[in-house]
């Protein structure tokens, strides 16, 4: 199987300070090779016409060269705003149509 995979990168907050990075997986376990990519696209185009990310890559995400930028409607997909997010330099979009590894850190790893 795999999966279709989308890195909502940001930072986090610990008693008012900045402290490093989190992020988000949604995945399609039942997602085919052959499908993951169609959907992948599918899903950004839906996330660029509600305005939730920005059409325009830009050097934003961990792990890859570039990500999909907070839209003028990210607010709409997140349960708190936050004040200086276009600011950050993490807080993109990565979107991955592949079979991957999940370390969840306390719970193990998950091949999906």
Known sequence: ???LEAH???SSYWEGQKMGDYFQIIVDKDATEKDAPVLGSSIRDWLILEGIIGR???DNVLGSDLGYPP???YGKAVDEEIDNLQ???TNGLDIIAKRTVFNSM???V???
Do not use: A, F, R, S
């Open 110 to 112: 998950e091949l999906v």
């Open 106 to 108: 306390p719970g193990g």
């Open 8 to 10: 909502m990168h940001g």
């Open 71 to 73: 839209g003028p409607n």
């Open 87 to 89: 600011e950050l330099w």
């Open 1 to 3: 199987m795999y999966n």
């Open 56 to 58: 325009e890559m830009k």
